[in-house]
């Protein structure tokens, strides 16, 4: 394969993961939202809630052996990638930030920061149902799980790591 068709293929890779993610947000954002209002300022409620997800969140990762070569011998070693990032965004002008979780392409949950005034924020906990399996109430349970965290993580920013 030569190195015009490699790179054409990896550009093709990373077009459908952005598409991916485009499209897994668009549907989150057509769920409805858990809502809730916190007596802290959105920038805030924002940044103690990414401050949390970048320490703990993006902690994990996949593990998988790669084999290169030295010297032409085949040495195998084990590569560790994360598979959770955070991405973040602050508006000050229209006083909003969004925060979102990604889980390889897709986002996983997705929260809108909104000032209410000066004290009072309103965040809107948008989640991707999880587990096909899974029955209706555990899928409400979990959600419910999360954003509890989310509303502990916002008002403080030293909340220890959740396994």
Known sequence: MNKVAIL??????????????TSSLDKLEKTTPHVVQLPINYVDAYANAKDYYLRCATRRGVSY??????????????NTTPDVSVSSSLDRQNKSAKLGIVEGANVTEYTVFSEIDERQTQVSFYTKTIGYLRSQEYKQQADTNKFELLKKVSLNSNTECIK
């Open 65 to 78: 052996p790669i084999t290169v070569y030295t010297n032409g011998t085949p040495v195998t070693i084990t």
């Open 8 to 21: 054409s293929l990896f550009a093709l890779s990373l077009s459908v993961v952005g598409c991916a993610t």
